[in-house]
């Protein structure tokens, strides 16, 4: 992929083929180097291709492959309209033998005599730039073969029966089915994914009387704004009034009052009760306001949350039962995955606002929060992804991934989602409020003292959200995305609270549980180049998988205790998952957005005691 | 009949193989709870019927996992016993039996977010029904 490096640590993938906009990644060299490991930019990519795009595709240092949308992606659209504008490129399959298996996407195969005989309609995979794309069929036809037929078996068991003449993709190009000999590596797809597979046969196929042709449109530039899957997770960091020195001693004592007070991990039932479906229907709508009214915040709390605690425009009825049913009994639950609770210890300031805005000085204890919209927001997200996907051909979407499935903004279907989205970011933060409410009720007990968290500020990191943003030297309304991203708004910014009007928003980017976490505010640069936005996390490095395998064997509470940090899992696999060297350093993603100019860093936060789910 | 599963950066994947297609769906139907808990010593004590469409038999196979999720996290069931009565491309109807979760007899494992269409896949017999089924973790 070509990159331009066009900042300090900003990086550009110039406007090509059917993007709208260019790429822009914030990274170091090192990041970008690890960026490039997965298919990341190739989702910064395919973002850039959707209709109503603004000014770029955005990735933020902490970008990983996700579903869709890579996370650490923002992008913006535009709040109105949604541009489709087909274009077509002819691309032919010439004459294969009729049970030739022609690829889906994303649901097996059909035999290509099918596909002409039943004149299908549906899509089929064609490869673009060594990728599986889908497009569709625009015509076909039998006939007898006018050139001998030949049959190639690969190595692994894969096999094409086609005229001599019809090209077959190898690895030095498109070459003729007929001088391809053995030993010739080919191209094969195995799950959705091109490798290079060898061909162990040759043999001619005199049999073959019936050979099929289809020619398939590829379209391009007919995306429309959304890639809406988000599960509106985010993030907390409250003050605790106490300092880590009194705590000595006291750590194990601490996870085990936490452990118990906050339900984790599987099956963890809600420590509030199962909810009614009334209930239920004022959690999704009134959000953090009520949990004022049911006595887990304060009204201070709301003031520190983003959009105060509710997110308008969330209708109970959007949502489907489902969604309810799944999520009624997980209210003030963490959940498992990389969702955790910790104390953490600040051991750095880097201003002077950090005492006198945010009251926080070295050697203080802070309690941070990650959690989300559990089994509710999931549910809405799932069926959301299942319908946009069934709704595409409506509105002329062709999915160059199904997990990107989107609906115009403006549509019926796109207004119900954003409606339903808000349910879920007003779940989150009732989520949030309770478990705080819970923790602190533990420590509290734990150690003999009331101790009631003072919440700095609640961010979301997986969310959709109208704003205005200048957009061509003009205030513009659009909708932007942030998959794993943090809103960054600067000092002055009218959405920023009285108390850090001066400072701008607060952002929490939490580290691994063995390194640092950050408090952040948000710079003017926000606003001129990611649509207020910065990054919320350190960013996997490696798979869950990969990371069981590394730490078999390993005494994980040992090498965390190293560190200065005890911690308690529901299982030693949750723990291995998550250790320290599964995620990139949360001090390198926000040194590189601080150079960048988007965010300032305030507080360094280093844990001492971690409960996971 | 069988299951492996595989790693996927953040989440989990698992590769099935049954010999018909009935099989495979029960075989995923027991590979969705065993990525949830250890369901060796479940007991078939109570039982749901599940039913689930979609628009192709991927789909459909999405749609049914999806629907063992809920009842699981709705009710806390882990049902790894799933005979499945109707199927086709667009349907299927199951019963699925097991028993409640309970954190001190079945090791919890991971909770599912969702049954993604990520790499989603369903190739039919003969000789083997096989699919791949990513988890949203």
């Known amino acids: 992929m070509d990159l331009k490096r066009v900042g ?127 497009t569709r069929v625009r015509a076909g036809l039998s006939r007898a073969p006018g050139n001998p037929v030949r049959e190639l078996v690969t190595v692994s068991g894969r096999r094409v029966v086609g005229t001599e003449d019809h090209l077959i993709l190898t690895r030095d190009g498109w070459r003729e089915l007929g001088s391809v000999a ?85 099956g963890g039932d809600s420590a509030i009760g199962r909810l009614s479906k009334e209930d239920g229907a004022r959690i999704v709508t009134q959000g953090a306001k009520w949990a004022v ?112 499935a989107c609906a115009p903004a403006a549509s019926p279907e796109g207004r119900q989602y954003l409606s339903a989205m808000a349910c879920a970011a007003n779940y989150a933060w009732v989520n949030r409020q309770v478990i705080q409410t819970l923790a602190g009720k533990a420590i509290g007990d734990c150690l003999g003292k009331k101790v009631e968290p003072e919440l700095i500020y609640d961010v979301c990191h997986n969310i959709a959200k109208v704003e205005e943003h200048e957009v061509d030297g003009k205030m513009r309304k659009v909708i932007v995305h942030r998959k794993g991203a943090t809103r960054a708004f600067p000092p002055g910014h009218p959405l920023t609270p009285g108390k850090y009007k001066e400072v701008g928003q607060p952002v929490l980017v939490p580290g691994d549980m063995g390194r640092s976490s950050y408090l952040l505010t948000g710079l003017p640069g926000a606003m001129k180049e990611t649509f207020g936005s910065t990054c919320h996390g350190a960013g996997r490095l490696a798979s869950r998988g990969e990371m069981n395998r590394r730490m078999s064997g390993v005494d994980l509470d040992a090498e965390l205790r190293a560190m200065g940090v005890t911690v308690r899992g529901k299982t030693r696999s949750s723990l291995a998952e998550e250790m320290p060297s599964a995620y990139k350093d949360a001090g390198i993603v926000t040194e590189v957005m601080e150079r960048a100019g988007i965010s300032k860093r305030i507080a360094k936060f280093v844990p001492f005691a971690v409960i996971k789910g | 009949m069988g299951y492996t599963f595989f790693d996927h950066t953040g989440d989990i994947g698992v590769d099935l193989e049954a010999p018909t297609a009935q099989g495979l769906f029960s075989t995923a139907g027991l590979a969705l709870f065993e990525a949830i808990a250890d369901t060796g010593n479940v007991e078939p004590r109570v039982t749901r019927t599940v039913r689930a469409e979609g628009e192709d038999r991927a789909d459909t196979l999405n749609r049914f996992l999806q629907e063992l999720l809920v009842i699981f996290d709705e009710e806390r069931l882990l049902l790894p016993h799933v005979a499945v009565h109707e199927l086709d491309e667009r349907t299927v109807v199951a019963t699925a039996a097991g028993e409640k979760y309970d954190p001190d007899r079945h090791e919890g494992r991971t909770e599912l977010k969702a049954v993604t269409w990520h790499q989603l896949a369903v190739t039919p017999g003969p000789p083997l029904w096989t699919a791949r089924v990513v988890f949203d973790v």
Request: proline share 5%.
């Open chain 1, 293 to 404: 009214e049911h006595g887990y915040a304060t009204p201070a709390d709301l003031e520190h949350t983003e959009d105060g605690g509710t997110m308008p425009g969330a209708d109970p009825a959007a949502p489907s039962d489902t969604a309810f049913r799944r999520g009624m009994g997980q209210v003030g639950t963490l959940g498992s995955g990389n969702h955790f609770l910790e104390l953490d210890r600040v051991v750095e300031v880097y201003g002077p606002e950090a005492e006198s805005v945010f009251g926080l000085r070295e050697g203080d204890v802070v309690l941070l929060i990650h959690c989300g919209s559990r089994g509710f927001g999931y549910q809405i997200c799932d069926e959301n992804v299942h319908d946009f996907v069934k709704i595409a051909h409506r509105y002329h979407i062709d999915l160059v991934d199904k997990q990107l």
């Open chain 1, 182 to 266: 053995r030993g010739v590596r080919i191209a094969a797809v195995q799950s959705g994914d091109v490798f290079w597979d060898a061909v162990e046969s040759v043999t001619s196929r005199p049999d073959v009387t019936r050979v099929y042709d289809i020619e398939v449109e590829s379209p391009h530039h007919n995306f429309v704004a959304g890639g809406l899957v988000v599960h509106n997770c985010g993030v907390r960091v409250c003050k605790t009034g106490l300092r880590f020195d009194e705590l000595e001693g006291k750590h194990k004592k601490l996870v085990n009052a936490l452990f118990n007070a906050v339900p984790t991990g599987v």
């Open chain 1, 8 to 134: 300090d640590c900003v990086w550009e993938i110039p406007k090509s083929g059917a993007m709208r906009v260019p790429g822009r990644i914030y990274a170091d060299k090192r990041l970008l180097d690890l960026a490039k490991g997965d298919k990341a930019l190739d989702q910064v990519v395919n973002v850039a291709t959707l209709p109503g795009i603004v000014k770029w595709s955005l990735a933020m240092p902490d970008i990983h492959w996700g579903y869709g949308f890579p996370i650490g992606g923002v992008a913006a659209f535009d709040a109105d309209e949604g541009v489709i504008s087909p274009g077509g490129v002819g691309y032919d399959i010439n004459c294969l033998a009729g049970d030739t298996q022609v690829l889906l996407p994303g649901s097996g195969t059909r035999s290509l005599s099918e596909i002409v005989e039943s004149r299908y309609q549906g899509e089929i995979l064609h490869l673009v730039d060594g990728e599986m794309r889908p």
